[in-house]
């Protein structure tokens, strides 16, 4: 447990470096922006596609893998969604975000560092945060269009507005065009120059580093934020022993029942038992939509992760 601990922790210590240098404002003001954008828009996609570009195709179709983290997903969507809709009265579009929010794992910024750290020299822990990242964009749709689904709109005008909105976002995603852009070369078979991979593996090297002080900075400009709806404390309760718990287990289940074996199984778990992704905050705020609940389990979910994934690692060891 203590190996594991000290394995991870400079992981939160970068993490608290990035909320000094907001407080202590060693940035120009929009530097947390400019980070996020850079991690989102160039390092992730840069590391996503050089390590999916140089897998084979057998190596990126771990189906048992993808089969589990899906059920796991899925499994805990709907019964977030139906807790809720029933328990707390949340309308339709409004549950179908909350679940989102207690099932979108923040698998890059921080998924990624934690699997470098404890799987180091292992090409696997790139490869799993890629593959989650591809296969489970379907539920960031999923929370797309709910939010979309609570937008009012005159009567007649249906819902081809949001469909369009929808695949717009696909469309523009980096992190989903960085890694269909590598599975592309990987299954084409075609063999990277070298300055291009050097490039590539360069800007990559840069997403871990920069996505945990960017994770910081984020946090550290939730705490400041004052005024406004505050939020509910039973639903962060809830929220967070979903998001921690509850989805690490089943996946975990789901990765027994599927026959997964090696170190796919502790690189899904801890995926899953990542917190809440900084995006649903960003979904929240651009749809005007639930934004005090959003904010806070984004930021409990990632000051509580320590303990969890620390528990989860030793109990899986």
Avoid at 232 to 243: D, F, L, N, R
Avoid at 283 to 293: G, I, M, Q, S, V
Wanted: proline residues 6%; charged residues 10%.
């Amino acid at each position: 447990m203590l190996t594991i601990f000290y394995t991870i922790m400079p992981v939160f210590l970068l993490i608290v470096l990035g909320g000094v240098i907001q407080r202590a404002g060693w940035l120009p003001r929009d530097g947390a922006a400019a980070l996020n954008q850079y991690v989102y828009r160039i390092a992730l996609p840069a590391l996503l596609f050089i390590a999916i570009a140089q897998s084979s195709p057998e190596r990126l179709f771990e189906g048992s893998f993808i089969a589990a983290l899906l059920a796991g997903l899925g499994i805990c969507y709907l019964l977030s969604f139906a807790l809720f809709r029933i328990f707390f009265g949340a309308r339709t579009p409004l549950a179908g975000f909350q679940a989102f929010t207690t099932t979108f794992a923040n698998a890059a910024f921080l998924g990624l560092p934690i699997l470098m750290a404890l799987f180091p020299d292992n090409p696997d822990a790139v490869l799993a945060m890629g593959i989650y990242t591809l296969f489970t964009m379907p539920f960031v749709l999923t929370g797309i269009a709910m939010l979309e689904l609570g937008v009012e709109r005159p009567e007649g005008t249906g819902r081809t507005r949001m469909w369009f909105s929808i695949g717009a976002s696909l469309a523009r995603n980096p992190i989903l065009i960085g890694a269909l852009a590598g599975l592309a070369v990987s299954l084409s078979g075609t063999t990277l120059p070298h300055w291009l991979a050097s490039a590539a593996a360069m800007l990559g090297d840069t997403a871990s580093p920069c996505a945990l002080v960017a994770v910081g900075m984020v946090l550290a400009m939730q705490l400041q934020m004052s005024g406004g709806p505050k939020a509910q404390p039973v639903y962060q309760a809830v929220s967070g022993v979903i998001k921690l718990a509850v989805h690490p287990l089943l996946v975990w289940v789901c990765m027994r029942f599927f026959n997964v074996q090696g170190h796919w199984v502790p690189m899904g778990v801890l995926l899953a038992a990542m917190p809440t992704g900084t995006l649903a905050f960003v979904l929240a705020e651009a749809y005007d939509t639930d934004c005090a609940n959003t904010s806070a389990s984004v930021l409990l979910t990632t000051v509580f992760s320590f303990l969890s994934i620390s528990a989860a690692m030793a109990l899986m060891s």
